[in-house]
Structures are given as structure tokens and as C-alpha cells.
């Protein structure tokens, strides 16, 4: 999921989008229970929300199951996690006597969290290396769940390869709102230890992207949030340290995108608009000069009847 490191301390970010406008609000949380207790109080309708466990069958589906009972979020958008060794197939597949004491199967959790009624019935959206669009916002969301290797867990990739260039050279330029399990390097991403776990290829990315906002986690300690030319970067973990939930979330508001058609329709009308004063002047003065004509037609022709 995005933004935690251990079990049972999943990370989410609100965002609130309860009709079209100009502006919503992004709400970060961390951790389960925690999360369900601040939900009960937040008027928001669109939700961002990650695994994190040990990524067992049961857990996963109990989790999906009360993400299906938030009926006043219009969107939950999900990502996986380092914990989420079932959703690492590959990972899964030599790993899994380490966390479970019987194998799931991975390909068939993976069919069904993407199963396009989570979408259509409960706006629940699972992304991975994909891009969303939200058609109430126009926003352009793009999740995934790796990080620099940290600790054996999944979806990691050796920090600095070709390998971790590659996935992040996947973002879309025009992704609004980015939601990756791990920071960028020297962005909130400073350990206990002094030591700054985020992923420099990713600080390279998002420097050319240049998203609205970038939601992350996995890195404690880190939390808190900055911005950074263009970006907003939230570090929303709620846990601290030790897996307690005293960090506050964190509140973004954020301004729509607006859409390539939409500005190219409104210059077009002011190219109308300007069409039509030129017109209306050209008109208005070729009347004037008809007017003139012929008053002077009329003074010559009193000039010859009167000679």
C-alpha cells in the first residue's frame, strides 16, 4: 500500500469532491482504526487509501469489504505496498511460507481487485503502474506500489537501477495527482537514523512531471508535507514510529485542471467575440460613410438645380 512500512498501518489521503467545482481537499491518514474513526467525522467523497498488512486473502478482502461500506466517498483510490506480498505475484511465488501459513492465489486477487464493478458500483480503484481520471474533476491520477529495496519485502527494485528508472519513467506528464508507496529522495523521506531512504529516480520524474500534488508514505518518520516549485508533497503517515496514530492528517486543498478543450474552446469565443466587434465597427462605419455620401450627393445636386 502506499506510505507505510510495516503491517497494519495502511496510508490514505481524503479527497473531498462532493460536487464539480474549482477546489477539493486532501485529507492524509494512516493507520486501520484510526482511519475508520476520523472517516466517521470527515465530509468528504472521494477517498485514497492503501493495503498493508501481511497481504493475506482474508485481510485483504475484510479490507475491501469496508472500503464497499464508505458510501459517502465518492472515490477510493488504492495502491499496494511493501506488505502487500500477495499482490507481488512473482514475489509471492518464492516468499509466501514467510507470511502465510497456506499459499492464496495471487492471480485470482489481483483479477478481482480489478474487477470493474469495484468501479462502478462502490468507485473503488485499484492502481497499479495505471492511470485514473476522474470524469467529475478532470484529475489525472497515477499510482504504484514500489520503493527502493528496504527490508525483504514486495515490490521493491534496487535503488538507483535501470530497472526502478523504468517504472517511473511510466508517469504520465499530465498526471494531476501522484500516489507512490515511497517517497522521492530528500523529500520528507529522512529515517530515525538520519538516513534518506527516498528513491532518487523518482525525485527525477516528478521534477519533470510535476504533479499537483504527490501523496506517499513508507518513511514515518517523515511526515509532514512541503512544497516544491509547482508540487505539493505529503508524507501521510499518521503512524509514527512506533505504529501509533498520533500524526494529524494532513489537509491539501487543490485547484482543478483546466482541460486543453476547455481553454481552447474559450479562446476560440473570444476570437468570436473579437470577430464580431470588428464586425459590428466596419458595419457601423460603412454605414456612416452611406449616410455622408449622400448628404453630399443631395448639397451637389441643390447646387446644380439652383445654378
Known amino acids: 500500500?502506499?506510505?507505510?512500512?510495516?503491517?497494519?498501518?495502511?496510508?490514505?489521503?481524503?479527497?473531498?469532491?462532493?460536487?464539480?467545482?474549482?477546489?477539493?481537499?486532501?485529507?492524509?491518514t494512516s493507520g486501520v482504526p484510526e482511519i475508520r474513526r476520523r472517516l466517521g467525522n470527515t465530509p468528504s467523497k472521494a477517498y485514497i487509501e492503501g493495503l498493508n498488512y501481511t497481504g493475506s486473502q482474508n485481510e485483504i478482502e475484510e479490507f475491501f469489504n469496508w472500503l464497499k461500506t464508505l458510501t459517502k466517498f465518492r472515490l477510493k483510490i488504492v495502491i499496494a505496498g511493501n506488505h502487500d506480498v500477495l499482490l507481488h505475484r512473482d514475489y509471492y511465488e518464492k516468499c509466501w511460507k514467510r507470511f502465510h501459513d497456506k499459499k492464496y492465489d495471487a492471480d485470482s486477487m489481483i483479477v478481482r481487485l480489478n474487477d470493474p464493478l469495484f468501479r462502478e458500483e462502490y468507485g473503488i480503484i485499484y492502481l497499479k503502474d495505471e492511470s485514473f481520471t476522474d470524469p467529475v474533476t478532470g484529475?489525472?491520477?497515477?499510482?504504484?506500489?514500489?520503493?527502493?529495496?528496504?527490508?525483504?519485502?514486495?515490490?521493491?527494485?534496487?535503488?538507483?537501477s535501470a530497472e526502478i528508472r523504468d517504472v517511473w519513467s511510466k508517469i504520465p506528464l499530465d498526471t494531476d495527482i501522484l500516489l507512490t508507496h515511497g517517497p522521492p529522495n530528500t523529500i520528507l523521506d529522512k529515517t530515525r537514523s538520519n538516513m534518506q531512504a527516498g528513491c532518487k529516480e523518482l525525485l527525477k520524474r516528478v521534477s519533470v512531471v510535476r504533479p499537483k500534488l504527490h501523496v506517499f508514505g513508507h518513511i514515518h518518520e517523515g511526515y509532514g508535507q512541503l512544497k516544491s516549485n509547482e508540487t505539493i508533497f505529503v508524507n501521510a503517515s499518521v503512524c509514527n514510529l512506533g505504529y501509533q496514530p498520533t500524526q494529524a492528517p494532513i489537509i491539501v486543498d487543490l485547484q482543478n485542471p483546466i482541460s486543453v478543450e476547455t481553454t481552447a474552446d474559450?479562446?476560440?469565443?473570444?476570437?468570436?467575440?473579437?470577430?464580431?466587434?470588428?464586425?459590428?465597427?466596419t458595419s457601423d462605419l460603412l454605414k456612416i460613410t452611406v449616410r455622408l455620401l449622400a448628404v453630399v450627393c443631395f448639397f451637389i445636386f441643390l447646387l446644380f438645380f439652383f445654378h
Open 266 to 281: 474559450e479562446n476560440t469565443r473570444d476570437r468570436q467575440q473579437s470577430m464580431n466587434i470588428s464586425l459590428d465597427s
Open 139 to 160: 484529475w489525472k491520477f497515477y499510482g504504484s506500489p514500489w520503493q527502493p529495496a528496504f527490508g525483504g519485502w514486495a515490490f521493491n527494485l534496487t535503488r538507483d
Open 1 to 28: 500500500m502506499f506510505g507505510t512500512a510495516e503491517p497494519s498501518s495502511p496510508k490514505g489521503a481524503v479527497f473531498e469532491s462532493p460536487e464539480p467545482s474549482r477546489s477539493r481537499k486532501c485529507d492524509g
